[in-house]
C-alpha cells in the first residue's frame, strides 16, 4: 500500500527545472558567440521571449496534471467504513441545501 502511487512531478515539471538550469548558461554562451552589439540584443532578446514562452507553457501545462495523495489509503478507509460518508462543511452543506430544489442529486443522507 503507497508503494504504487505515482510521484507528484510530470515531464512538464522537468522541463521547467532543466530550462530554469540551463537557460543563464545558453543566454552566456549567446552573448559570448555573436559580436555586433546589435545582432546580439536582437536575437538575445528573441531567446528571452522564446524561454519565457516556454517557461509558461511547461508551468501551465505541469498545473493542469491531477495526482491523488493517498488514494490508497482512502479507498481502504472507506472500504472498511462504507457506511460513514465524507465530512461535509457547514459551506457546502448549505450550498446543499440550496442546489437540493435546482434538481441536483443528494450526497448526504437526510
Known amino acids: 500500500m503507497g508503494l504504487d502511487t ?14 530554469l538550469i540551463f537557460y ?3 543566454l552566456v554562451t549567446l552573448q ?3 559580436y555586433s552589439p546589435t545582432k546580439r540584443g536582437r536575437i538575445t532578446r528573441k531567446f528571452n521571449i522564446l524561454c ?3 517557461a509558461a507553457f511547461l508551468l501551465v501545462m505541469h498545473m ?15 472500504s ?5 460518508q465524507p465530512v461535509v462543511s457547514e459551506e457546502s ?18
Open 6 to 19: 505515482p510521484m507528484a512531478i510530470s515531464n512538464y515539471l522537468g522541463g521547467l527545472l532543466a530550462l
Open 24 to 26: 543563464p548558461f545558453a
Open 32 to 34: 559570448i558567440a555573436i
Open 52 to 54: 519565457a514562452c516556454a
Open 64 to 78: 493542469q496534471t491531477e495526482v491523488i495523495y493517498g488514494k490508497e489509503l482512502l479507498d481502504r478507509y472507506y
Open 80 to 84: 472498511m467504513h462504507a457506511n460513514e
Open 93 to 110: 452543506r448549505a450550498e446543499q441545501t440550496a442546489n437540493d430544489g435546482v434538481g441536483l442529486p443528494e450526497t448526504t443522507k437526510k
